[in-house]
């Protein structure tokens, strides 16, 4: 974690080192610092690797529960897709997104 801490500090524009604190605290189930990594981590991000992010966002979300949340972020996550041009647009990512929000939708 020091090391994540310290490229977030010395890459202040990236959007790497706040996404993968983001996945570690996920992952050790500090999901509201999580959240907050994976928040810089959106603001600092473009392209097609936004839309990983995005996922990454989601999936925190999910585990904490917050389906309003949950739903808001992916409505965002597809206009986001949508928006890119084709060829930078991952089919598989915007499909696996879109289904998300569809359950999210349904329960």
Same mark, same amino acid.
């Given at each position: 974690?020091? $090391?994540?801490? *310290?490229?977030?500090?010395?890459?202040?524009? =990236?959007?790497?080192?706040?996404?993968?604190?983001?996945?570690?605290?996920?992952?050790? +189930?500090?999901?509201?610092?999580?959240?907050? @990594?994976?928040?810089?981590?959106?603001?600092?991000?473009? +392209?097609?690797?936004?839309?990983?992010? /995005?996922?990454? &966002? @989601?999936?925190?979300?999910?585990?904490?529960? =917050?389906? &309003?949340?949950? $739903?808001? #972020?992916? =409505?965002? &996550?597809?206009? /986001? &897709?949508? +928006?890119?041009? @084709?060829? *930078?647009? =991952?089919?598989?990512?915007?499909? $696996?997104?879109? @289904?998300?929000? #569809?359950?999210? *939708? +349904?329960?």
């Amino acid at each position: 974690m020091p $090391a994540l801490e *310290q490229s977030e500090r010395d890459l202040p524009r =990236d959007y790497n080192p706040p996404a993968r604190r983001a996945y570690l605290l996920r992952e050790l +189930g500090r999901l509201s610092e999580a959240r907050s @990594a994976v928040e810089r981590a959106l603001e600092k991000a473009y +392209g097609p690797r936004k839309l990983k992010v /995005y996922q990454l &966002a @989601a999936s925190i979300l999910e585990k904490q529960g =917050d389906r &309003a949340a949950l $739903a808001a #972020t992916l =409505d965002e &996550a597809l206009a /986001y &897709a949508n +928006g890119l041009p @084709a060829s *930078q647009r =991952d089919e598989n990512v915007a499909s $696996a997104l879109s @289904a998300k929000l #569809t359950a999210v *939708q +349904g329960e």
